[in-house]
T-cell receptor, first 113, second 109 residues
Framework: EAQVTQNPRYLITVTGKKLTVTCSQNMNHEYMSWYRQDPGLGLRQIYYSMNVEVTDKGDVPEGYKVSRKEKRNFPLILESPSPNQTSLYFC????????????FGPGTRLTVT | GQQVMQIPQYQHVQEGEDFTTYCNSSTTLSNIQWYKQRPGGHPVFLIQLVKSGEVKKQKRLTFQFGEAKKNSSLHITATQTTDVGTYFCAGPLSGDMRFGAGTRLTVKP
């Protein structure tokens, strides 16, 4: 089954404790991205990747890091999480670029206290 | 900065009534996408519009892309309870993908 998976689905952590949210897709897609969703603000893009070893900042990259060492994986790293990063995070992928149909993962709800 | 704006933020309708959500961009878009997110779920792609003035239909859903490619709309005819969710438009701006804030639709049976 073609899908995007994320782990963990739920995470509660404390300020400053490094964390990684994993994202994997099995569709051989070139393009992957991370979004955060906050009430009233919709989905905002954090980082995206056009291909292996190629990543670019989205609209709200501050406080986040990503890597793309393999085509299928695109982890999101919070080196020192803060409460304002409490949000619902979605990973997405598309065949070649953002302007194509994007497939979203199930989401990761992160709470930073 | 460049934005994609969407109205209304909320819409509550009686089952059987029509529903429309509107999307406006500050700049011309090469294309626009529409997604639906059910409560507790993730966004699911509905459609992409590319051509100026394009109109596409999916059963009771009608999507339009404006002549200037700066606005779009989604119209649902005779809403059903299965239409409940948040509808987002999205377009490529400044190299990344910009989503509207979404319109949350609730339907009273």
């Amino acid at each position: 089954e073609a899908q995007v998976t994320q782990n963990p689905r739920y995470l509660i952590t404390v300020t400053g404790k490094k964390l990684t949210v994993t994202c994997s897709q099995n569709m051989n897609h070139e393009y992957m991205s991370w979004y955060r969703q906050d009430p009233g603000l919709g989905l905002r893009q954090i980082y995206y990747s056009m291909n292996v070893e190629v990543t670019d900042k989205g609209d709200v990259p501050e406080g986040y890091k990503v890597s793309r060492k393999e085509k299928r994986n695109f982890p999101l790293i919070l080196e020192s999480p803060s409460p304002n990063q409490t949000s619902l995070y979605f990973c997405a992928s598309s065949r070649l670029a953002a302007y194509e149909e994007q497939y979203f993962g199930p989401g990761t709800r992160l709470t930073v206290t | 900065g460049q934005q994609v704006m969407q109205i209304p933020q909320y819409q509550h309708v009686q089952e059987g009534e029509d529903f429309t959500t509107y999307c406006n961009s500050s700049t011309t878009l090469s294309n626009i996408q529409w997604y639906k997110q059910r409560p507790g779920g993730h966004p699911v792609f509905l459609i992409q519009l590319v051509k100026s003035g394009e109109v596409k239909k999916q059963k009771r859903l009608t999507f339009q892309f404006g002549e200037a490619k700066k606005n779009s709309s989604l119209h649902i005819t005779a809403t059903q309870t299965t239409d409940v969710g948040t509808y987002f438009c999205a377009g490529p701006l400044s190299g990344d993908m910009r989503f509207g804030a979404g319109t949350r639709l609730t339907v009273k049976p």
